[in-house]
């Protein structure tokens, strides 16, 4: 195309930006915390040209990198650049769209085959002193910290067999060990899905692969203490639809859900497959934990369908937003019960609200956790939600959960604003809970945006901002963030 296409994915909030700048100094207005001291990376997809077919969304966006810097002297530094990943550099070369429809390469040019199509646009991981940008559909790109230069592809030193890594891996708190899977870890529609376990120095130790009841789309898993669980929903992929130039993903609402439950530093033959409802599916999951009884609990934010409208549409799946079904469910399961998968199945609590974008602080990856937080839309706002990021409207309500049974907290914005998913930075003080910030975007105009990081007390996000920082420039919505301590930073550079 020679234009953007003026649909919801590239308009408005949604609107390109591609600009790579760098900002120093910016005020901190209120009180920031001195533990707020670190930088705050968001992957942001954001195309640099205008796509080749007019259906395309915001998962295709070129991966952007963004850091904002809490200085420790009342200033923020803000800086995005483009992940240079094989793609960018082959489309900025000829100064046009040559990849075609998302994870699809049968529809792009010919004179790209073979070019690594990844964007490297969902999740930056930290770990190990690294920074990595992640995209389920391929490897991760190796980024430098503090340049934001891109340092190339990351395979694990060339240990990682598998040609995909997932955005959403887990770190446990104890032994700094990084949790991930890459799924379609062979090829298109592939059922292999490679389960990896990198010690806290960033080696591999061991990648085990496995087949999953059908190639779906596997975008977040968990671990427990003892366990990795591998949810399963039906958005499912074929090679032939894929061959024939149509969408990757279908929704299947017949088909059953499966969770898959090994022991974390088991073999993949111990896989346990636990049955659960039809069509279902999730983005996120808050957690999963162990309890006394050895049950395991595996909490997601779980919807009636897949949440996103290109998804659904080319699926024949019509319905409107509002008559989409969702809640923080709980699927729970006995890892040592007897039987085989067809008598094992979840059984399956609701145990908060509809929504998504779930944050935990690191130090519960695995664990019971008193409190969890979430995005939202809030029921009662008075006025037009802000349209914007890939379901066409940002989330306005920010809760506190707490998970034990008390009631919940929020935090609701004017109507036209919107938060992106926060981070949780942690707190040294016992019994504290922490901090969250997040990027607040309000429309404030036609096509006119106010940008702010906000540094919220994560006990009492309902108090409002503690501390505040304009940031001067356009953003685009991200997709997932990561909070670095600056002390790891500086540990990273030594
Ligand atoms: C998601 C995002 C993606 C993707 C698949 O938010 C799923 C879910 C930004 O890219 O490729
Ligand atoms: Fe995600």
Known sequence: ????????????????????????????????????????????????????????HTLSGDGMVSRLSFNGDGTADYAIRFVETARHLAEKAAGRARFGKYRNPYTDDADVAGVDRTVANTTPVWHAGRLLMAKEDGRPYRVDPVTLDTLGSYDFGG????????????????????????????GLASTKVAYCVVGPDGALKSEQWFDAPYCAMMHDFTISENYALFPIYPTTADLERLKAGGEH??????????????????????????????????????????????????????NSTNAFAFIREPSGIHIQPWEMQGALTRWTVDPKADGGPETLAVKETVIGPPGDFPVIPAVRQGRPYPHGWMLTMNPELQGPPLPGGPVGAMFNLLLRLDMRGGPPQALALPPLSGFNEPVHVPSATEGHEGWLVTIVDQQIGDDRFLHQAWVLDAANVAAGPVAKVTIPHRLRPQVHGWWVPQAELDAASA
């Open 249 to 302: 993903w279908h929704h299947e609402p017949e088909t059953v859900s499966w969770l898959g439950v090994m022991p974390r530093y088991g073999d993949v033959p111990e896989i346990r497959w636990f049955k659960g409802p039809k069509g279902v599916h999730s983005y996120h999951m808050m957690n999963a934990w162990e309890d006394a009884d050895g049950l395991l609990h595996f909490d997601a934010c779980l």
């Open 159 to 186: 240990a990682l067999k598998s040609e995909t890594m997932t955005a959403h891996v887990r770190i446990d708190p104890v032994t700094k060990e990084l949790f991930f899977y890459g799924y379609e870890a062979d």
């Open 1 to 56: 195309m020679d234009a953007f296409p003026q649909t919801m994915y590239f308009t408005g909030l949604n609107a390109p930006v591609g600009e790579e700048v760098s900002l120093t100094g910016l005020a901190v207005e209120g009180t920031l915390p001195p533990e707020v001291r670190g930088s705050f990376y968001r992957a942001v997809p954001d195309p640099a040209f205008p796509p080749k077919f007019a259906n395309d």
